[in-house]
């Protein structure tokens, strides 16, 4: 199925003069050929540091280069491009590619639902690309290895006065991540939870697997989506980090990070999938956030609603959103921690914050129906003041998006992988369930 309508007649291409027009871009008609050489344009500008040149000589040792897919538009067009470019660099018998790239999915389909099997799409993209004669592997991470290691989970809580606090307790029967999301009590605070998960896999499989670049499919439109969404969540000290390429610090790993779509639309996206006829290798999923109530959706669902009504052709709302986000710098305020849940840094303790604007001390009972019912509670929590009150408590760092998804799950709780040492390299590796698709 197209996934843009049919346009009316453009005339000739504004670049080329010759050939018909089957695009609008940026108020320019573009035919087929031009579209396509204009979309890979913006990705060679952001990728045009060395190591993804090509290379002369008898010695070359590629740069290993993560690429996390997740199937949809704007990942699937970035893979068109980056094989395109593979294709360019080989027309010179002597010419050696100067990066492996590795294409990661994270695999959710126990979490969400697909209308279609992505082992089907990876064989159908080998095929449609001849891809084995490209350094391209392509590898699935169970994001069930998030719980791999049963030693490093514990039971994050946070109380009343916002103390927070990791408990020891047996989770050895615990099976999935699915089993971890069922305290979040809407859509909207799991796919917070997901998003963490996904990343955290992501970097780890990065620094494990010796991959010093990760470049990311976002695309401008999602980039925008994203500087929203993560204000409203109380992330926002994120957004210079999530929308600006460069090298992160992580785990005493350095990780570059590259958007190569961040100027190229979500419209632009889905053009560029029409004209290639890419559709057949989109993952669709079976929950369609377009069938939902405003109210049954997630922030970053709301924000991509607003985008598609402004997003047309090339809107300068999605362009400066993007812009303003990256302009953003890093909190020069960092007292060395690092939040529990999400891994972030934390520049100020939201704790100390929350504890100042808010009172929290417990008011007695001042008759007979309140006495009933704080006994009531006492006996319906039971379990959780005997469990705090008896275990041995150790304190944990988290950041204020955190506290606000931690206190909206069930009693405030949340079964975490909390290590009490930084993991080894080694350590990362052996909790991973990996599947490589190119063994098979």
């Not at 082992?119 to 592997?137: C, E, G, P, V, W």
Request: glycine share 4%; charged share 30%; hydrophobic share 35%.
């Amino acid at each position: 199925m197209s996934v843009q309508a049919e346009l009316p007649e453009l005339g000739n291409c504004s670049r080329c003069k010759t050939e018909k027009a089957v695009a609008v871009s940026r108020k320019e008609a573009f035919c087929k050929s031009c579209f396509i050489r204009f979309i890979s344009g913006k990705q060679r500008k952001q990728m045009s540091d060395e190591k993804f040149k090509v290379k002369f000589g008898e010695h070359i040792v590629p740069e290993k280069v993560l690429y996390p897919i997740s199937f949809g538009p704007s990942s699937i067009a970035l893979l068109d491009i980056l094989v395109s470019l593979y294709i360019e660099q080989l027309r010179n018998p002597r010419a050696k590619l100067g990066f492996e790239l590795t294409v990661l999915y994270v695999d959710d389909s126990s979490i969400n639902g697909y209308e279609n099997d992505v082992d089907a799409i990876i064989q159908s993209i080998k095929t449609r690309y001849n891809s084995d004669q490209y350094s391209i592997t392509f590898k699935k991470l169970d994001i069930d290895s998030f719980i791999g290691n049963k030693e490093s989970l514990h039971k994050v809580t946070l109380l009343q006065n916002f103390d927070c606090f990791k408990i020891k307790k047996d989770f050895s029967e615990l099976k999935s991540v699915n089993e971890i999301l069922d305290v979040c009590p809407n859509r909207a605070s799991k796919h917070d939870l997901i998003q963490i998960i996904k990343k955290e896999l992501i970097k780890n499989f990065a620094i494990s697997n010796d991959h010093k670049t990760i470049i990311w499919g976002h695309n401008m439109s999602r980039l925008a989506e994203e500087v929203i969404a993560l204000t409203v969540k109380g992330r926002g000290a994120e957004i210079y980090s999530n929308l600006t390429d460069g090298v992160e610090s992580y785990k005493e790993w350095n990780l570059e990070h590259l958007h190569p779509l961040r100027d190229v639309s979500q419209n632009e996206i889905n053009m560029f999938i029409n004209l290639q006829e890419l559709s057949d290798l989109l993952l669709i999923p079976k929950d369609k956030s377009e069938k939902l109530m405003v109210k049954q959706k997630t922030i970053n669902e709301i924000v991509a609603d607003y985008y598609k009504v402004v997003d047309t052709g090339y809107d300068n709302i999605v362009s400066t959103v993007v812009k303003t986000g990256a302009k953003l710098v890093e909190p020069k305020k960092f007292g060395e921690k690092y939040c529990s849940i999400c891994k972030g840094k934390i520049y100020n303790d939201p704790m100390n914050w929350l504890r100042e604007i808010t009172y929290n001390k417990s008011v007695s009972p001042e008759n007979e129906i309140e006495e009933s019912s704080l006994q009531e509670w006492k006996e319906a929590n039971k379990d959780e003041i005997i469990e705090l009150e008896s275990s041995e408590k150790l304190s944990v760092d988290i950041c204020y998006g955190c506290s606000v998804t931690l206190g909206g799950t069930k009693k405030s709780s949340l079964n975490w992988p909390v290590p009490d040492h930084e993991r080894t390299k080694q350590e990362i590796l052996d909790e991973f369930i990996i599947d490589n698709d190119d063994d098979e």
